[in-house]
Structures are given as C-alpha cells and as structure tokens.
C-alpha cells in the first residue's frame, strides 16, 4: 500500500494579537509550522464532532456498537 501525502504551501493573513496569544500559549519549542498545523488539527476535530452531535439519534436502527468494560482493559 503506496500512502501520497501532499502539501500546500499558502499564505494567510491572521489578527496580530490573536497569532502573539497563540505563540505566547505554545511556547518557544514550538516552531510556526507545527502550531498552524495543531490549528488546522483543532479545526477539524471541532467541526466534526459539531457534525456527529447534530446526527442527535438519527440512526436509531443502527447496531449497537461494543464497548470495551473495566475489567477487561490490559493493567
């Protein structure tokens, strides 16, 4: 299995204080690139779980799904 990964470069125009408050959260091991990408991650994972809340039940029919129970976690 052959896996491509592509990447865009773009340019954006962010709010000056709003890129100093997301720097000054990260801290100086952070380079730009990786706190773009960790927004970018954040967006995502947001919105989709906005679109599987707003789902509300509408699968009723659907099977139920196995839950993993305490005591069969590995110590």
Do not use: C, H
Not at 28 to 38: W, Y
Request: aromatic share 6%; charged share 30%.
């Amino acid at each position: 299995m052959v896996l491509e990964v592509w990447l865009m470069r773009t340019t954006v125009t962010i709010d000056d204080d709003l890129y100093q408050q997301a720097l000054a959260m990260a801290g100086p091991e952070v380079n730009k690139a990786d706190l773009f990408r960790e927004a970018m991650r954040t967006f995502v994972r947001v919105q989709a779980a906005k679109r599987l809340s707003s789902l509300g039940g509408a699968a009723p029919d659907m099977q139920d799904i196995p839950r993993r129970r305490d005591d069969e976690r590995a110590v």
